[in-house]
């Protein structure tokens, strides 16, 4: 059987190539969206675009990037009447923030912003200004009412970073837009977190697993109404000394996580489970984080620690 591979984030996809012999055909798209390469293969010939409309709607409404964004308008305000998939996006985090015992925190943008992460100018900061930031973390200060669709910040000058969450929930969106349309079968990769929709002309869609060091696979995946995600200390890091500083932060002490896992994948049927239950194990580590997982019945997870543990 012959096969595409794809390379991508964390991953190298095995897409099986069938193309070429007539109605075994897949069509393919990639754009970058959301901060990533999003790459589309379906035997339909309408998915790659309903896929890319529906992320890039999702994108203007959660991206901390564009300026009128629902979350940039929230985080300049303290205050926002949302969409219905704004609010459902915050609701669910608040969800995920008491499921992890605080592990999974989207105030935790403070911290992201001052360690330099949002913007690539990576810093070691001080001390107190890790205490100042971390007056402004804590999702207990997101106050929520659901009658009015209204997202409030209790602390002036905190703010929300959905970049855990937001790929995830878009992907369910996606998936729903092509189900929608009475498409069956599409894989779509978002930078590394993937859904593979129904299967590929009666086989599996296959995801193989990169190893979080050095080259290699460390083993593959079938995916079929189901999502991947991968967090990783690998994705987005800064070195200072002999030390490795993550874009994954532990809201509990303001410093990047530091739990000694390296990588952690969860499969579940919910993409938006999968993305934000993969951060959450991160920042937790091996022990917590399996207490964690099994709060959510049917989700698979592998953590990855450093060797010398
Ligand atoms: P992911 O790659 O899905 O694990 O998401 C990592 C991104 O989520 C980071 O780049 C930050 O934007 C944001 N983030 C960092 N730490 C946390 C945290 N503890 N909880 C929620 N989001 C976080
Ligand atoms: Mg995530």
């Excluded at 949002?118 to 900061?125: A, D, E, N, S």
């Excluded at 698979?300 to 620690?305: G, K, L, S, V």
Aim: a neutral charge; aromatic letters at 10%.
């Amino acid at each position: 059987m012959p096969y595409t591979r794809i390379l991508v984030s964390g991953y190298w996809l095995l897409v099986t190539a069938l193309c070429g012999c007539g109605s075994h055909h897949l069509y393919t798209g990639n754009r970058v969206l959301m901060g990533t390469f999003v790459e589309v293969s379906s035997p339909d010939r309408r998915a790659p675009a309903i896929v890319f409309d529906e992320i890039k709607r999702i994108e203007k409404l959660l991206s901390k990037y564009i300026d009128d964004s629902e979350v940039s308008r929230l985080n300049r305000e303290g205050s926002l009447k949302a969409s219905a998939d704004t609010f459902y996006v915050v609701s669910k985090s608040k969800e995920f923030w008491q499921l992890s015992d605080g592990a999974f925190d989207i105030t935790a943008a403070a911290l992201v912003d001052l360690w330099g992460f949002t913007h690539k100018k990576y810093r070691l900061p001080g001390e107190d200004e890790i205490k100042e930031a971390l007056k402004l973390v804590g999702s207990e200060k997101i106050v929520l009412d659901s009658q009015a669709n209204v997202i409030e910040f209790s602390v002036p000058g905190m703010r929300i970073d959905l970049g855990a969450i937001a790929k995830g929930f878009a992907l369910d969106c996606a998936v729903g837009k092509l189900k929608e349309a009475g498409i069956k079968s599409c894989l779509i990769n978002a930078g590394g977190q993937v859904y593979g929709l129904g299967d590929n002309f009666g086989r599996p869609w296959k995801v193989a697993l990169k190893s979080a060091r050095g080259p290699g696979y460390k083993g593959s995946l079938e995916l079929n109404g189901e999502s991947v995600s991968t967090s990783g200390d690998y994705e987005q890091f800064f070195e200072q000394g002999s030390r490795r500083y993550s874009h994954i932060i532990n809201p509990a002490t303001g410093y990047p996580a530091d739990s000694g896992v390296i990588s952690v994948t969860v499969v579940a049927k919910e993409a938006i489970v999968a993305d934000a239950l993969s951060t959450a194990i991160f920042v937790a580590g091996r022990e917590k984080g399996a207490a964690i997982a099994a709060r959510f019945p049917g989700v698979r997870t592998e953590i990855i620690q450093e060797k010398n543990q």
